[in-house]
């Protein structure tokens, strides 16, 4: 009885961690020129080289406690940036950024990873020379 008691707890402890990492949904994920009263501005996935700072900006539903998530910036395959950003609600909204060199044109993109490191949603944009 005792072991029967021990596997069941085992299992739902094991079953309660996985469940949050499935919960986790990107309801909004764009990028941005400026955040303005917590929404994205300036919504495009082109810019010209002398843009200065993009925003990747994250919406999160379904969790049902803290977590983090992780944006992971890469220009073309090289990683330039690892943001971890918390998550405290069932509809979070979140963002990061990067100054973006003029010489960086090219293509770009952001990968969302959750707390196990589970890809989330990935992005891609493009830098054009002025």
Known sequence: MKTQIFVLLFLLISLAGTTQAQEINIEQFDF??????RK???????????????????QVEGTSD??????????????????????AANNWRTWSSKKILKSWT????????????????TKNFVITEN
Request: charged share 15%.
């Open 32 to 37: 941005a020129t400026a955040i303005e009263d």
């Open 40 to 58: 994205p501005t300036g919504i495009d996935t082109v810019f010209t080289a002398d843009v200065g700072t993009i925003y990747c900006f994250t």
């Open 66 to 87: 803290t977590t983090q998530i992780t944006h992971e910036w890469y220009h073309e395959d090289e990683e330039k940036a690892q943001v971890n950003l918390t998550i």
């Open 106 to 121: 090219g293509s770009w993109r952001v990968m969302v990873t959750g707390p196990n490191g589970n890809v989330l949603a």
